[in-house]
């Protein structure tokens, strides 16, 4: 159960999902047991019985069209009535064993972002290939010589002020979503916090990056022109005043 100054905030639960009618009706009764106020699956164009599954669980359902990051932003704007964010995958990797872990720190003010980190967690054999873990230490590394920001993973199970996350004007509507938003906080100055969280084998179905040689690539190239595009803007951090409000 949340600490009591963390009950007080809303909570929207953010889930971008497409074709992921073997798991997301599981995803959605782990989270009923957690004291959120939303549950926001935003499918991208499922021709599966996703969206069907979703709103017999409970969920609110929007369509906001292909892309990952689209499902993302989509879902964080319809969320006006709440002041923190998490996003999750709907695959059923993502603990939300982990939710409060995460969020408990934005919510007593301690942090603006807090970001799950599969590499100081416990990830369950076969739920990450191995290229997976190198690509995040590695483009953490990275965003740390652009920003001095240390990341070790891209992980989808972050949590955000949604205030915050609408003032960081994110373009990136694909797998470049997550990248983009770990280097605009940094470029921001807000304050960060990466924890260990525990990722399990999808429910079901393939993994639409690492599920295939395509999709790992196609993903990959979206990243990292990501990365060198925001990389290439100019930045200025944000007034402390402005971080701690």
């Not at 639960?13 to 935003?42: G, K, Q, T, Y």
């Not at 009535?81 to 064993?97: L, N, Q, R, T, Y």
Request: proline share 4%; net charge positive; aromatic share 6%.
């Amino acid at each position: 159960m949340p600490e009591p100054q963390t009950a007080r905030l809303r909570i929207a639960v953010v889930i971008p999902a497409w074709n992921e009618e073997e798991s997301i009706d599981a995803v959605l009764a782990e989270l009923r047991r957690h004291a959120v106020h939303r549950i926001i699956v935003a499918d991208g164009g499922s021709h599966d019985a996703t969206v069907e599954r979703a709103q017999a669980a409970g969920a609110e359902v929007l369509h906001p069209g292909p892309g990952y990051g689209r499902a993302c932003l989509k879902g964080a704007e319809a969320a006006a009535d709440c002041a923190i964010i998490v996003f999750m995958d709907g695959d059923g990797a993502d603990d939300p064993a982990n939710l409060w872990r995460l969020v408990a720190p934005v919510a007593a003010g301690e942090t603006d972002f807090a970001l799950g980190s599969r590499w100081r967690g416990r990830a369950a054999k076969g739920s990450m290939a191995w290229h997976q873990h190198l690509a995040g230490l590695l483009l953490g590394f990275a965003i740390w010589l652009r920003y001095g920001q240390r990341y070790t993973d891209m992980c989808a199970f972050r949590v955000i002020r949604r205030d915050l996350l609408l003032d960081l004007d994110m373009r990136e509507m694909t797998y470049g979503w997550n990248i983009e938003m770990q280097m605009k906080v940094a470029a921001a100055g807000l304050r960060v916090v990466e924890l260990p969280v525990d990722n399990r084998r999808r429910i079901g179905g393939a993994s639409k990056v690492a599920g295939s040689l395509k999709g790992s690539l196609k993903a990959g190239w979206r990243i990292l022109r990501t990365f060198c595009r925001v990389a290439a803007s100019p930045h200025t951090p944000r007034n402390k005043a402005m971080r701690t409000a």
